[in-house]
């Protein structure tokens, strides 16, 4: 079983490195007129130039796991805005998926908990497929749409999980065909569990992204590994190794919450249990210390008997 770690966005082991750089449309507005473009540009060449830097990181330290930020083009879907964010950058997006290809990263994208489908007002609907094919736009900018995924949440229950959930599927047909196809569903940590959210995903064809945090903080019926080679299952069509999300608990009190390391001891049951299923999976790490909390883990878990660390993202056992 091999297992690839990677990180989320921002690095904390580069200096001044945010490739979520913003510009609100309150500022924006702010500025003259003939300022306005010129500011846009400044912010999204800086976003775009970090995360170059942050590329060349991760070739260094062998990590082949990024998540890039939603945030590298400032205001592209605000309705008032909607900027040309290729043409005076075309190049730089080239130069983004290039390295991307050659340094083997595998790519992903994770909108905001505002894109989602399951609203029913449709104005909510409409701007989640507007976000939805701006994170496509810019994987097919950078030329790397065919083995990256973009991954939301179901959403919210709205008072009545059946009728929200039959919403969702009727709503997943307003994203075009080509968005919807590289994307994939995560179980959350209070509403859509497990087991929910992998019926949603068989039900649409969907990728699963399986997020163990979550899982504790709402569990299911049935014991995790009850549901992992149906998981893995999901991923059959993609033809790509299952991505599995990892972070542990701030405490006790703050469950939920992200804490700034990942804890092994919180990760290691799980990990023995995908051994018994000898199944190659790829972690995301969501904590709050990004690459930091990434190769701390990595360390610590390759000190577990039989784990054997062959580069300086990636553990085989």
């Given at each position: ?7 989320v ?6 200096w001044?490195a945010s490739?979520?750089?913003?510009m609100?449309f309150k500022r924006?507005?702010e500025?003259?007129?003939a300022?306005?473009m ?5 912010v999204t060449?800086?976003n775009?130039m970090?995360?170059?830097r ?8 062998e990590?082949q796991?990024?998540?890039?930020s939603?945030?590298l083009v400032p205001?592209a879907?605000?309705?008032e805005?909607?900027?040309?964010f290729?043409?005076?950058?075309k190049?730089e997006?080239k130069e983004l998926?290039?390295l ?11 909108p ?8 029913p ?5 409409d701007n ?7 994170h ?13 995924v973009?991954n939301?949440h179901i ?7 059946k009728k929200?959930?039959?919403?969702f599927?009727e709503n997943l047909a307003?994203?075009p065909?080509?968005?919807?196809a590289?994307?994939t569903?995560?179980?959350d940590?209070k509403t859509?569990?497990?087991?929910e959210?992998?019926s949603?995903?068989e ?5 699963m992204v399986?997020?163990i945090h979550?899982h504790?903080?709402?569990l299911s ?5 009850e549901y992992?080679e ?8 993609r033809?790509?190794?299952?991505k ?6 701030k405490?006790?009190k703050a ?7 990942v804890?092994a ?10 051994k018994k299923?000898?199944?190659?999976v ?6 709050k210390h ?9 360390e610590d878990l390759s000190?577990?008997?039989?784990v054997?660390r ?7 056992w």
């Amino acid at each position: 079983m091999r297992v690839r770690l990677g990180f989320v966005a921002n690095s904390m082991s580069l200096w001044d490195a945010s490739p979520a750089k913003t510009m609100t449309f309150k500022r924006y507005t702010e500025l003259p007129k003939a300022k306005r473009m010129d500011k846009l540009y400044e912010v999204t060449r800086l976003n775009l130039m970090h995360t170059k830097r942050i590329l060349y990181l991760c070739a260094a330290h062998e990590i082949q796991l990024y998540r890039l930020s939603s945030s590298l083009v400032p205001l592209a879907t605000h309705p008032e805005v909607e900027w040309d964010f290729y043409s005076p950058f075309k190049d730089e997006w080239k130069e983004l998926g290039d390295l991307i290809k050659k340094f083997g990263i595998r790519a992903s994208f994770h909108p905001n908990q505002f894109t989602l489908f399951t609203s029913p007002k449709q104005q909510v609907t409409d701007n989640a497929v507007k976000d939805m094919v701006y994170h496509y736009q810019m994987l097919e900018h950078m030329g790397i749409e065919k083995n990256a995924v973009i991954n939301i949440h179901i959403g919210g229950a709205y008072g009545d999980k059946k009728k929200t959930l039959e919403r969702f599927h009727e709503n997943l047909a307003f994203i075009p065909s080509e968005v919807k196809a590289i994307m994939t569903l995560e179980n959350d940590d209070k509403t859509y569990n497990v087991e929910e959210t992998l019926s949603a995903c068989e039900k649409a064809d969907i990728p699963m992204v399986l997020d163990i945090h979550h899982h504790e903080a709402n569990l299911s019926e049935l014991p995790l590994e009850e549901y992992l080679e149906s998981v893995f299952q999901t991923w059959e069509r993609r033809d790509l190794v299952p991505k599995i999300h990892i972070s542990s608990p701030k405490s006790e009190k703050a469950f939920r919450s992200h804490a700034d390391l990942v804890d092994a001891g919180f990760v290691e049951p799980f990990l023995k249990t995908l051994k018994k299923l000898d199944h190659d999976v790829d972690f995301m790490i969501e904590a709050k210390h990004k690459d930091l909390a990434m190769l701390k883990l990595i360390e610590d878990l390759s000190s577990i008997r039989g784990v054997k660390r062959i580069s300086g993202g990636t553990l085989e056992w």
